[in-house]
């Protein structure tokens, strides 16, 4: 079964997939808008707390399972405990992963849109009008947003079709590097606004009167988010590893550049919501409002403007292609579907669902459940209920229930690993991953 899987070629390239899996509109659209509504600094601070404490144990879990079994998600716990009720986990994270496609898709056609308008000239000339605000409105309530959110998906699907290899290893290779660089000009580009300070004191000076149940729900559902993690994308993609990859030193450089990466959003962002007049805590539109205005008054504008909606779309890419993946796997593997049926269903479901979300910014707007919309109760659900029920039982699992040996095994690959180091992985992913989770979802139903 090894020798019939692709695997990934270079120790690069096994990097450059799984942070360009876990960068993307998470870190760029989302952590801002989300650390926007929470009140800054002090999400910012449980958000890095929880991506450590958390993240990098619950993503050695999974590249534990997945390169141990070499399988999907649903294999991997089948291949590992004889239970049928495991497998359930790799359920959950097949629907999260169908949920999360769909609403991100929309975003991702939002990138679309706004390179248009950069190519054409619209966005520049609306934000020179001061329309930024209406704009955005008026497009996402239209037919627009439903068609770039199914040509979005239709591309994914191509590109799908080409395998493990040819398509996102390439890819992600050659363009995460150029997205940080073009970010850290962005950053120097913010730290020159007039209300850079106030921006940074937002973003960095923790105001603990802020922190709530709602807080500490949104900042564990972003860090899940952010890594991929908690449905199986990467065990998928550790399936994919040698047996050489490092495990842990992969875990914590991929848990730490993404995290670079959405404090490097921040860094953008907030300066200029404080200088243009935005509110922190618009929500979704939060990026797509205040970036257009940066770009405007930057020298050369356009162009920059041009080239950041190029690179988010891509990076929307290898994030989606990551959450196809783990769907068609499963499809492939354990329903013995072929590989361009696997991909056609789920792109299928995705461009269903899709639509609804797009529309539940226009004409499905008055439709919610529990006051969120189609598209924030696809995001609250998947988000930040599901990816970290299925990080608590995958860390269970790994922690309690996968034999020691293969832990350690793993965790050395080729080398060695330290006992201590060893002890205190299995010690966060039997007691301080699952229990924080549980707090954190007992504050939820104010329990405690
Ligand atoms: N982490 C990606 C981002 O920040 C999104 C993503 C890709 C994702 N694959 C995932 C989120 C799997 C949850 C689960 O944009």
Redesign the pocket.
């Known amino acids: 079964m090894t020798d019939q899987r692709a695997q990934f070629g270079t120790r690069l390239g096994v990097i450059a997939t799984t942070v360009g ?7 760029i659209w ?1 952590f801002p808008y989300e650390a926007g509504a929470h009140g800054g600094g002090a999400f910012l601070l449980i958000y890095i707390g929880f991506i450590f404490l958390i993240g990098v144990p619950v993503i050695c879990a999974e590249f534990i399972m997945g390169r141990g079994t070499r399988r999907n998600i649903f294999g991997a716990f089948r291949a590992l405990h004889s239970s049928r009720y495991w497998a359930w986990t790799g359920y959950m994270g097949i629907l ?2 169908i949920l ?1 496609l769909s609403f ?1 898709s929309v975003v991702a056609g939002w990138t679309m849109e706004y390179l248009a308008e950069a190519l054409t000239g619209t966005l520049d000339a609306a934000s020179a009008g001061g329309e930024l605000h209406d704009a955005f409105d008026n497009f996402a309530a239209g037919p627009r947003s439903v068609m770039w959110t199914l040509i979005f998906l239709a591309i994914n699907a191509v590109i799908l079709f080409r395998g493990v290899r040819g398509g996102i290893e390439r890819a992600s290779n050659v363009l995460m590097p150029v997205l940080f660089i073009i970010l850290i000009i962005f950053c120097i580009n913010s730290l020159t606004m007039p209300e850079a300070a106030e921006g940074l004191r937002f973003l960095f000076r923790p105001d603990f009167t802020k922190v709530d149940s709602s807080m500490l729900i949104g900042a564990l559902g972003q860090a ?8 199986g ?1 990467l065990m998928t993609y550790s399936s994919y590893f040698s047996d050489s990859t490092p495990l842990v030193k992969s875990a914590v450089t991929t848990a730490s550049l ?1 995290t670079l990466v959405a404090i490097l959003a921040g860094i953008i962002i907030f300066p200029a919501v404080f200088t243009y007049g935005c509110e922190p805590a618009a929500g979704p539109k939060l990026v797509f409002e205040v970036l257009p205005s940066i770009f405007h008054q930057m020298p050369g504008g356009p162009i920059w403007a041009i080239l950041f909606f190029f690179l988010l779309f891509l ?2 890419l290898t ?2 292609i ?2 196809s993946e783990i769907c068609i796997a499963f499809f492939c593997e354990q329903l013995g579907m072929s590989r361009r049926r696997a991909t056609l269903l789920n792109t299928v479901i995705a461009m269903s669902l899709g639509t609804l979300c797009a529309l539940s910014f226009g004409a499905f707007s008055g439709f919610t459940v529990c006051g969120l919309t189609i598209f924030n109760l696809f995001d609250y659900l998947s ?1 930040n209920i599901m ?1 970290p029920l299925g990080g608590m039982l995958i860390s269970i699992f790994a922690g309690w229930i996968v034999d020691r040996r293969i832990l350690r095994s793993q965790l050395a690959g080729t080398g060695r690993i330290s006992t201590p180091l060893l002890r205190t992985i299995t010690f966060c992913l039997r007691y301080v991953a699952p229990a924080a989770i549980l707090l954190v979802f007992l504050s939820g139903l104010d329990i405690i």
């Open positions: 899996s876990a960068v993307g509109l998470g870190n989302r999260a992963s999360i991100y899940f988010f952010s890594l991929s993690l908690g449905l994308t993404d990076a929307s994030s989606t990551s959450m988000s990816l």
